[in-house]
């Protein structure tokens, strides 16, 4: 991981590869968005031929000499009244990658005088995008032909209490890059015994964690007959990986549900292979889930908290689960299996049972990349956003609006439950074909009973097509900073 350090003035900077300067966008040009005189030599030519304007995350990198950097790297933030907290992060990531691209590994950032918002607001912003955006995963390229990463960036203009969030954030970026590991990887490799194994590796971390895996002669004993429906076609058992995290009483107890489908082929019912070639990310609620409770175990923080992953593959073969057959569900509900593409909500049916029965939760949250319907109602980079209870909402939606992982609340209408309705079982797997990510919600809902419960379909968020901004590949890691907010949030309340 890189180092970020701050460093009081600008004359008693440290030599670095590269200066960047931000500049704020003004009547369409550019205006330094720091108040040293001395500078204006650096950049006084692109500016008044208008080679830079600052619009958002616009570069300008050059050579000067005779400083203590070679390269000055010209940073746009956009307009002053439009500066947030997200455009610093999605700004120092442009920066980053421009760095990267040259191969570039130590900085200077003089952080911006003039910002309207405050500072350590814009500070913590820089360093996550910093933090996010030094990320790659390149393990399957030959060697010189991986990503460079930044080693050191000096913060001009910060003090050491102005970064008092700095440990804490990197610990949760760390926590974000184990998850877009382990969505990135090759299925082969991640497979439920792989989920069980970085499982396990946590306990290493912290004496308040435990885990717990159930085999499949388990889930045959607890009759958990969906999760073992769905698992039924693979060569590899399918498991119920539990990790307990007790840093404080069990009386508020989180639960946090994490679809971990390590290759998802849609089965029987298979899907085209042109929406079979990201399947392997289908594990991306079991990689937020275990990427947040490594947070929580390096963090420490006063909270009991347990994450729970189905964690099977939904193969193709002659011992897969059949489109028309019945299977009885760990909470004794039976499912008509209409297609066994809609296997998530099968595996989190008995997962979220479990929960309620076995582990007394004050709360469960699941993550899911549930549907493809979720992102035709959403586009790519929102998530869908379900829950029985307004308070969860509000404490999750606050989360979101720090962290930048958007989510938009859609409804749980309970009309459409009829379309779950079967003439053989008590219900069936997938509705009309209409509502796609709603009628998801709804079967999960059957399972849940009374406990206030959310769930987040990020069928769209946990893998981009493009790699964007401080998503700098394909896997994101969305959910691990929303779940650490939100559990922060908690631990706060208390
Ligand atoms: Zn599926």
């Not at 960036?153 to 050491?160: H, K, Q, T």
């Not at 069936?428 to 059957?446: D, H, V, W």
Request: with cysteine; aromatic share 6%; hydrophobic share 40%.
């Amino acid at each position: 991981m890189m180092k970020i350090v701050g460093c009081k003035s600008f004359s008693n900077r440290k030599s670095s590869d590269c200066l960047i300067l931000p500049f704020f966008q003004q009547e369409k040009k550019a205006v330094p968005a720091f108040s040293q005189k001395k500078l204006e030599g650096f950049f006084s030519k692109p500016l008044t031929l208008g080679d830079f304007t600052a619009k958002t995350a616009e570069i300008l990198l050059f050579y000067e000499n005779g400083q203590k950097e070679e390269r000055v790297l010209l940073l746009g933030l956009g307009k002053a009244s439009e500066f947030t907290q997200e455009v610093a992060r999605t700004t120092a990531a442009a920066a980053c990658l421009a760095l990267r691209n040259k191969k570039i590994k130590s900085a200077s950032y003089l952080i911006p005088e003039l910002a309207l918002i405050p500072k350590k607001d814009f500070l913590r912003g820089i360093t996550e995008g910093l933090f996010l955006s030094n990320y790659a995963f390149d393990k399957f390229k030959v060697e010189d032909q991986r990503s460079s990463l930044l080693s050191v960036v000096s913060l001009i203009g910060a003090e050491p209490k102005d970064l008092p969030f700095l440990a804490h954030d990197q610990i949760v970026a760390e926590g974000v890059h184990m998850s877009r590991d382990l969505v990135n990887d090759n299925a082969d490799n991640i497979t439920p015994q792989k989920l069980a194994e970085v499982a396990k590796s946590l306990e290493k971390l912290s004496s308040k964690i435990k885990v717990r895996i159930l085999h499949k002669k388990d889930l045959q004993k607890e009759k958990m007959g969906l999760l073992l429906a769905v698992g039924q076609g693979a060569s590899v058992d399918p498991l119920l990986i539990i990790v307990e995290y007790r840093a404080s009483s069990p009386s508020d107890h989180t639960v946090l549900v994490g679809k971990g489908l390590t290759y998802d082929t849609g089965g029987l019912s298979l899907k085209p292979s042109t929406s079979m070639d990201t399947m392997k990310s289908d594990m991306a609620g079991a990689a937020a889930v275990l990427g947040t409770m490594r947070v929580l175990a390096l963090l420490d923080l006063p909270l009991c908290v347990t994450g729970v992953i189905p964690a099977t593959e939904n193969a193709i073969g002659s011992r897969s689960y059949k489109p028309g057959d019945v299977h009885r569900s760990y909470l004794g509900k039976t499912v008509e299996v209409m297609n066994t593409d809609a296997e998530g909500r099968l595996v989190l049916a008995d997962a979220l049972a479990y929960s309620v029965k076995k582990l007394k939760p004050s709360r469960i949250i699941d993550i899911a990349t549930l549907t493809g319907a979720v992102s035709i109602a959403l586009g790519e980079e929102i998530a869908g956003l379900f829950s029985n209870e307004e308070s969860l909402v509000k404490k999750i939606e606050e989360a979101s609006g720090r962290t930048g992982e958007l989510l938009w609340r859609l409804p749980l209408h309970g009309d459409y439950s009829e379309q779950l309705k079967s003439d053989i079982a008590d219900l069936k797997n997938i509705g009309n074909g209409k509502g796609g990510s709603i009628l998801g919600a709804l079967f999960l809902k059957e399972f849940v009973e009374k406990i206030p419960w959310a769930h987040i379909d990020f069928g769209s968020s946990a893998w981009l097509a493009k790699p964007k901004g401080y998503y700098t590949t394909h896997a994101t890691g969305v959910g691990v900073r929303l779940f650490v907010e939100f559990l922060e949030s908690i631990s706060q309340k208390k």
